[in-house]
Nanobody, 127 residues
Framework: QVQLVESGGGLVQAGGSLRLSCAAS????????MGWFRQATGKEREFVTS???????????YYADHAKGRFTISRDNAKNTVYLQMNSLKPEDTAVYYC?????????????????WGQGTQVTVSS
């Protein structure tokens, strides 16, 4: 059984930084594409970023426009953990952030691509 557990959320002032972690069990990162999504109150879940790799171990990272230049996704295979470093945070980044795991190849910016989800971690950015 695959389990994803997010951590690292919290309250931060605008312009600040947070690093979210997603610890995976029951499935190794090497067999999955990993994504981060977020959902603000009253809004639909939206894509933030994803990471996958090809058989040569080349990483491929994809970012939503709102995340480019501010957020960075990374992974530590030894710890079976994916990270989301968020810098220059804005009040509009306030949301519950979810980690997800899915097939290594596919439509990475679509929530439907992912088979497993974490419980989410709240990020609140104050102005």
């Amino acid at each position: 059984q695959v389990q994803l557990v997010e951590s690292g959320g919290g309250l931060v002032q605008a312009g600040g930084s947070l690093r979210l972690s997603c610890a995976a069990s029951g499935r190794t990162l090497s067999s999955s594409a990993m994504g981060w999504f977020r959902q603000a109150t009253g809004k639909e879940r939206e894509f933030v970023t994803s990471i996958t790799w090809d058989p040569s171990r080349t990483d491929y990272r994809y970012y939503a426009d709102h995340a480019k230049g501010r957020f960075t996704i990374s992974r530590d295979n030894a710890k079976n953990t994916v990270y989301l470093q968020m810098n220059s945070l804005k009040p509009e980044d306030t949301a519950v952030y979810y980690c997800a795991a899915g097939p290594r190849i596919g439509n990475y910016d679509s929530a439907g691509h992912y088979e497993h989800w974490g419980q989410g971690t709240q990020v609140t950015v104050s102005s």
